[in-house]
């Protein structure tokens, strides 16, 4: 059974920054890309970054909007995936979901960002 665990979301003022971390079970996480996906109150679930199954930096890929502020990274030995997020603005407000690119219907409950002065 696919299990996707996220943690590390909380309150953070502008301008700060938060690690975010997925455990992932029930399938071969190293043969996967990963993805970071995200759902702000009232819009639709949109995919932030993503890394393929190899772990250097040339196999990842991200939104625009979070473009030189975030850098996702795994760990094969730990089935792990991360998303280091810095200089967070108000509009990173939202749940963080990891989940396989492309996604799988099942999801974890995700990790709530809340970014606020």
């Known amino acids: 059974q696919v299990q996707l665990v996220e943690s590390g979301g909380g309150l953070v003022q502008p301008g700060g920054s938060l690690r975010l971390s997925c455990a992932a079970s029930g399938f071969i996480f190293s043969v996967h890309v990963m993805g970071w996906f995200r759902q702000a109150p009232g819009k639709e679930r949109e995919l932030v970054a993503q890394?393929?199954?190899?772990?250097?930096?040339?196999?990842?890929m991200y939104a625009d909007s979070v473009k030189g502020r975030f850098t996702i990274s795994r760990d094969n030995a730990k089935n792990t995936v991360y998303l280091q997020m810095n200089s967070l603005k108000p509009e990173d407000t939202a749940v963080y979901y990891c989940?396989?690119?492309?996604?799988?219907?099942?999801w974890g409950k995700g990790t709530l960002v809340n970014v606020s002065s």
């Open positions: 890394i393929r199954s190899g772990s250097t930096a040339m196999y990842v």
């Open positions: 989940n396989t690119v492309p996604y799988r219907n099942q």
